[in-house]
C-alpha cells in the first residue's frame, strides 16, 4: 500500500470524477469491500452522479509525506545542483 491511516494524500487519478483531481485528502482508514476495498477520507468526496461517499484505491492516492533525510530531488539528480555562489562571483567579476 502507498498510504498509511492519518496522512495527507493527493489524488492523481479519478476517471469517474476527475475534478477531483489535485485534491487533497486525509486517508482516515482502510475499508474492504467486493471490489479490492479503499480509502475512507477526509473530507468525504461524494461521486457526483449519485451522491454517495467514495472510496479511493490505494493506486489513485499518492501520500505527501517528508521522505527524509536521505531522500534525492528528482529535478537536481537530472540537472545537478546549482552553484549560487560562483554565479555571484562571475556577476561581480563581471561588474567590476
Known amino acids: 500500500m502507498n498510504c498509511k491511516p ?3 494524500a493527493v489524488v492523481i487519478s479519478a476517471p469517474n470524477d476527475p475534478e477531483y483531481l489535485g485534491a ?3 486517508c482516515v482508514s ?3 469491500g467486493e471490489h479490492g ?3 475512507k477520507t477526509y473530507p468525504i468526496l461524494r461521486c457526483k452522479k449519485y451522491g454517495f ?3 479511493w484505491h490505494d493506486d ?3 501520500p505527501i509525506r517528508d521522505p527524509g533525510d536521505d531522500a534525492v530531488d528528482e529535478f537536481l539528480a ?5 552553484d549560487y555562489k560562483q554565479k555571484i562571483a562571475e556577476k561581480m567579476k563581471n561588474e567590476a
Open 6 to 8: 492519518g496522512e495527507l
Open 24 to 26: 487533497i485528502i486525509v
Open 30 to 32: 482502510w475499508m474492504d
Open 37 to 39: 476495498g479503499g480509502w
Open 53 to 55: 461517499g467514495l472510496l
Open 60 to 62: 489513485d492516492l499518492r
Open 78 to 82: 537530472l540537472t545537478g545542483k546549482p
